[in-house]
């Protein structure tokens, strides 16, 4: 199965793609799509929408994953981050994939193995998961993995519970 993560934003979107087979992960591709803050709203939403779409195209990815969005304080950033979150969500929808989205609470568990892990623990757990090198960078990118990695275990262990 291959897994497209995405950790949602507007300045950055982190995307990583990963393939999920007999319990082995391999990496594939992970990156960011950055737009800068110079740019109109609609433009950043237009280069997010493309950029997925094309990852989307070149990987033909079996699921896309979303991590939900987690805000206590700035409604205006919630807001700008939400909408970044909804056309990369629109990307996949268009092109008919399933879309599964993970609390940032499910996706730390998952990882890191304890659902309120401090964001360096589950980065290395990344690192670690996945058999890089080093973290990767910026942090959004790790966490793109992370929700991908998260989806992974998912499936799993539905799978396992399905025999049960």
């Given amino acids: 199965m291959v897994i497209l993560g995405i950790d949602p934003g ?12 007999g319990n082995r992960f391999t990496v594939i591709d992970y990156g960011a799509v950055t737009t800068p803050s110079a740019l109109s709203l609609p433009v950043r939403l237009n280069i997010i ?13 079996d699921a896309v994953t979303v991590e939900e969005l987690f805000f206590n304080k700035n409604a205006k950033t919630a ?14 929808a ?6 599964y989205e ?5 996706v730390k568990q998952s990882v890191a193995g304890y659902g309120r ?15 890089l090198n080093a973290i990767p960078k910026p942090d959004d990118v790790a966490d793109a993995l992370a929700v991908a990695i998260c989806h992974a275990h998912s499936v799993n262990m539905n799978e396992r519970l399905r025999y049960l």
């Fill in 10 to 21: 507007i300045a950055i979107v982190g995307y990583g793609i990963i393939r999920y087979r």
């Fill in 49 to 61: 929408y493309d950029s997925i779409e094309k990852l989307i195209d070149q990987y033909r990815p």
């Fill in 79 to 92: 807001l700008a981050v939400g909408q970044g979150r909804g056309v990369a969500i629109l990307a996949a």
């Fill in 94 to 99: 268009r092109k008919g994939l399933n879309i």
């Fill in 102 to 106: 993970y609390t940032p609470l499910q």
């Fill in 117 to 131: 892990a401090e964001k360096i623990q589950v980065q290395q757990m990344v690192k670690v998961i996945l058999g």
